[in-house]
T-cell receptor, first 113, second 114 residues
Framework: AQSVTQLDSQVPVFEEAPVELRCNYS??????LFWYVQYPNQGLQLLLK??????LVESINGFDAEFNKSQTSFHLRKPSVHISDTAEYFC???????????FGRGTSLIVHP | EAGVAQSPRYKIIEKRQSVAFWCNPI?????LYWYQQILGQGPKLLIQ????????DSQLPKDRFSAERLKGVDSTLKIQPAKLEDSAVYLC????????????FGPGTRLTVT
């Protein structure tokens, strides 16, 4: 079975600072990896995904994540955060070929002015 | 394109009462999922429907939870009787057809059991 560990429950940063949200996964078979974002009082939105190919994947709002197979990691990064990035971020893993994810516990990103 | 709709958005009940949640998926989406998200945890899959048939309900506590998807469109999730530990956000998601298509999530129903 797959599992995900999000190493930080809360990450406070100042606006325009860089941020990295850490995610490690465990699986004995090939996987897909995802980052979801949940803004206050809203549902989950898919931020970015790694299916195959290039190990660096990017979102439309400036986030990226790199699949590192040797370290079994998929950390989420942004070089300069905005107040509007304040949200809960979930890393997730699924079996290759499936979009049914197993979620981590989430990391709360809090951006201060 | 309209997203996944859920109602009610919030519900407060006492333990041992019953409650029902409703979900309307994106038009044309054959697959529907219900997730339970307990505070401080990631969502956990409860049940998956393909059209009006159940594909996977292995994580559904069947002694108190039930779900149906009549006519392969809308779905309801019911809890009877509710326990304190059922307090959570219940998320509905839908996808075009099957597990190899991206899921789209609704806003969720926040249930508080007192």
């Amino acid at each position: 079975a797959q599992s995900v560990t999000q190493l930080d429950s809360q990450v406070p940063v100042f606006e325009e600072a860089p941020v990295e949200l850490r995610c490690n996964y465990s699986s004995s078979v090939s996987v897909y990896l995802f980052w979801y974002v949940q803004y206050p009082n809203q549902g989950l939105q898919l931020l970015l995904k790694y299916l195959s190919g290039s190990t660096l994947v990017e979102s439309i709002n400036g986030f990226d994540a790199e699949f590192n197979k040797s370290q079994t990691s998929f950390h989420l990064r942004k070089p300069s955060v905005h107040i509007s990035d304040t949200a809960e971020y979930f890393c997730a893993v699924s079996l290759r070929g499936s979009y049914i994810p197993t979620f981590g516990r989430g990391t709360s990103l809090i951006v201060h002015p | 394109e309209a997203g996944v709709a859920q109602s009610p958005r919030y519900k407060i009940i006492e333990k041992r009462q019953s409650v029902a949640f409703w979900c309307n998926p994106i038009s044309g989406h054959a697959t529907l999922y219900w997730y339970q998200q307990i505070l401080g945890q990631g969502p956990k899959l409860l049940i998956q429907f393909q059209n009006n048939g159940v594909v996977d309900d292995s994580q559904l506590p069947k002694d108190r939870f039930s779900a149906e998807r009549l006519k392969g469109v809308d779905s309801t999730l019911k809890i009877q009787p509710a326990k304190l530990e059922d307090s959570a956000v219940y998320l509905c998601a839908s996808s075009l057809a099957g597990i190899d298509y991206e899921q789209y999530f609704g806003p969720g129903t926040r249930l508080t059991v007192t």
